[in-house]
């Protein structure tokens, strides 16, 4: 086999030791695969431009290459502020309400999607195999085949794939399919979202498919499959053991003064159902006054996408809203919720899972949810806390032992925090032993393998000639 090459939007360039804690599970386990091959990693510097000139920066690190590259303006606001951000994310998230649709995002995300394919491609030798990564790069595998690449080249998508009939309100939303046939693997987190991919396949162009999640369209075979991205179990476990993580742990048990507390983690974003869930918690205030004074809710969401309107009203709606909760029920010694706008290092936020009783992972709708994941791997086998967690999260399907919630029912979210917070402590550890279990086994080393070795094993045997790419219908 030859070398992997990874392409997403950002890459994550390898981190000094004394960094390390702050590297996300996912870039540790795509870093790890990238050193056994000596791989590359390619994608967008974050920096912008004032003339896009493909100039490459490389980096190496530890046996690792990176190569970025910077964009302009106009594609920044076009491809990732416009069409990845305003377009895909919402619609996929199943917000239609919120989806922007504009002729200049998708020609935008095309052109930087051909940018990538004309910078990238003269890097890639014949036998290497191709990952590429999520909804800024749906169209890429085309663009390669396009300039003559043969490789196995996979695709996967780390949101959720939305139902058909809501699909189809993307203009073009045939083109932007049919462009994906021409990878050899495609990857889902769950079922449901490779249920949704093959329904509109059937549907609006067509397609059978196999027993084995094997696509037919007009010719093109391509297989399909659920791989749900687990996390670096091990380093969580180690993690609780660094200073940092003992210091955040302490912080918060000695401000909680004996309550119980329910922490929140989520980048702050308009799918993580924040509104919902600080209104479940008012609802659980409400009908239940034996708990007040008694617990303490942390939510932590530091913003992401600043630039995006949609974002700061959502700030706003959350500062309301935790204002008025604090308002309503604050004594002179107690606040019911304390929510943080800013983020923390990895280490701190291992120990605040480790210290809180309950953990709320409401999403409305959720690729995955690795937050979920992370607090069930960093708690106290002696002494779990208790997980709620959204029916609507792509963890859901894994992690059936929680508490499973419609994330916009503030009925069912009360009832869950005090169920959560009056539950035996046999229950937890039955419960969170069942979960533990699962985060353990489905870790993020178990996703990777899985899928770099049914893309080693893909069909491509199939012509792949220059050209061949499917004629585009709109
Ligand atoms: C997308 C999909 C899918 C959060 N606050 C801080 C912080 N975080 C870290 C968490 C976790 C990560 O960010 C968030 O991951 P999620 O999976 O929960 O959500 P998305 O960012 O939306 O990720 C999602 C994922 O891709 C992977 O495929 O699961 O469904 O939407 O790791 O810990 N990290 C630090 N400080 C913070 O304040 N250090």
Known sequence: MGRLIVISNRVSA????????????????LLAALQESNGLWFGWSGERTERFTGEIHFQRHGGVTTAT????????DEYYNGYANRTLWPLFHYRIDLAEFDRTFGSGYERVNERFAATFAPLIEADDLIWVHDYHLVPLGQQLRQRGLKNRIGFFLHIPWPP?????????????????????????HTEEWLESFHHYV???????????????VEGRRVKTAAFPIGIDVSEFERVLDRPDARNAYETLHRSAEGRKVIIGVDRLDYSKGLAERFNGYRRFLEENPDWLGRV???QIAPPTRGEVHTYEHIREELDALSGRING??????????????????????????RAADVALVTPLRDGMNLVAKEYVASQDPDDPGVLILSRFAGAAHQLREALLVNPYSKDEVSDAIRKALDMPRAERIRRWEALVDNVRREDVLHWRRTFVEALAKADNSHDRAEGAALPLLE
Do not use: C
Request: net charge negative; charged share 25%.
């Open 14 to 29: 390898p981190k000094p030791r004394s960094a390390e804690g702050t590297q996300g599970g996912l870039a540790v386990a």
């Open 328 to 353: 309503q029920f604050a004594h002179v010694d107690w606040v019911p919720i304390r929510y943080v706008n800013q983020g923390y290092p990895r280490d701190g936020l291992s120990g605040f899972y």
């Open 296 to 298: 303490s809710f942390l």
């Open 69 to 76: 590259v910077d964009l302009e303006e106009q594609d920044v």
């Open 202 to 216: 059937a549907r609006e162009l067509g397609g059978t498919i196999e027993p084995d999640g094997t696509i037919e």
């Open 164 to 188: 058909q009939r809501l699909l189809v309100s993307l203009p073009y939303h045939q083109r932007l399919v049919r462009s994906m046939l021409d990878y050899d693997l495609i990857g889902f």
